[in-house]
């Protein structure tokens, strides 16, 4: 059974940090496309970063230095370091593990809120 538990997210002021951590289990977790997506309110997912098997990352232009994809594939984890967050980060965030085109799954999410 394939399971990835997301945490971290919270209430945070404006300008403030968090650490996302999304734990995967039931997957050969190395081999996997790792991904952070987020929806807000009355808005479609989007993808927000995504690093490779082979370490390789990129971002959404709404976040490009200020967030920061890693992993840790002895620890089947994907992180996600948001920094300077904005009002407009304020949405669900969700890990993506995928590999080819049909191996794709979700997590359940994690609320991050952004405000004073």
Do not use: H
């Not at 945490?7 to 039931?26: I, K, T």
């Not at 992993?71 to 300077?84: A, E, F, G, I, P």
């Amino acid at each position: 059974q394939v399971q990835l538990v997301e945490s971290g997210g919270g209430l945070v002021q404006p300008g403030g940090s968090l650490r996302l951590s999304c734990a995967a289990s039931g997957i050969l977790f190395s081999i996997y496309t790792m991904g952070w997506y987020r929806q807000a309110p009355g808005k479609p997912r989007e993808l927000v970063a995504f690093i490779t098997s082979g370490g390789s990352t990129a971002y959404a232009d709404s976040v490009k230095g200020r967030f920061a994809i890693s992993r840790d594939n002895t620890k089947r984890t994907v992180y996600l370091q948001l920094n300077s967050l904005k009002p407009e980060d304020t949405a669900v965030y969700y890990c993506n593990a995928k590999n080819g085109n049909t191996l794709d799954y979700w997590g359940q999410g994690t609320q991050v809120t952004v405000s004073s």
